[in-house]
């Protein structure tokens, strides 16, 4: 079945430092979503894609789908204390009612 | 409106007793979800229901039942606890499928089995 790896697992980063998290699926996405889930909290909705290549900020917060549809980024430039929590990539095929989410990447940053 | 709601926030059984989560949303979304999250794992979606009426079985169906009379109300049921069944859980909904729709998550119920 569908898997999606993310990597790394834990990222420990001074403030303002860059961080980043990859997400690879085993088969081509239809889209990629990504949330952030703060400690003690619950999944909060960032953005999808869909299309090939796809290429989406947010502030602070850069989102990239690969050319295959088959892999994504997510991109943080000079972290904040606010930025901590835990980064979850999830996906679908054509034929999915269900997101298959990455285990998620638990960032720290400290001032 | 009051989102994805879920009752109780923290719960702990002994081993073999039963329990009901309980998950309504005021969205009018027809999609929703049940996952538990593991630490370290992420989450592994349980049953899913694509409205009133219908429900299916996620990644991980075994130990758990659920229903849907409602397009608001979606709860989990859990027969014989386990303490493998010691989790966070997460209920979430949709307006589409998955694919394509953005899921809103409840609080979470924190389950502990012993």
């Known amino acids: 079945g569908q898997q999606v790896m993310q990597i790394p697992q834990y990222q420990h980063v001074q403030e303002g430092e860059d961080f980043t998290t990859y997400c690879n699926s085993s088969t081509t996405l239809s889209n990629i979503q990504w949330y952030k889930q703060r400690p003690g909290g619950h999944p909060v909705f960032l953005i999808q894609l869909v299309k090939s290549g796809e290429v989406k900020k947010q502030k602070r917060l850069t989102f990239q789908f690969g050319e295959a549809k088959k892999n994504s980024s997510l991109h943080i430039t000079a972290t904040q204390t606010t930025d901590v929590g835990t980064y979850f990539c999830a996906g679908s095929s054509n034929s999915g009612y269900a997101l298959n989410f990455g285990k998620g990447t638990s960032l720290l940053v400290t001032p | 409106n009051a989102g994805v709601t879920q009752t109780p926030k923290f719960r702990i059984l002994k081993i073999g007793q039963s329990m009901t989560l309980q998950c309504a949303q005021d969205m009018n979304h027809n999609y929703m979800y049940w996952y538990r999250q593991d630490p370290g794992m992420g989450l592994k979606l349980i049953y899913y229901?694509?409205?009133?009426?219908?429900?299916d079985k996620g990644e991980v169906p075994n130990g758990y039942n659920v229903s849907r009379s409602t397009t608001e109300d979606f709860p989990l049921r859990l027969e014989l606890a386990a303490p493998s069944q010691t989790s966070v859980y997460f209920c979430?909904?949709?307006?589409?499928?998955?694919?394509?729709?953005?899921?809103?998550f409840g609080p979470g119920t924190r389950l502990t089995v012993l």
């Open positions: 979430a909904s949709s307006l589409g499928q998955a694919s394509g729709n953005e899921q809103f």
């Open positions: 229901s694509v409205g009133a009426g219908i429900t």
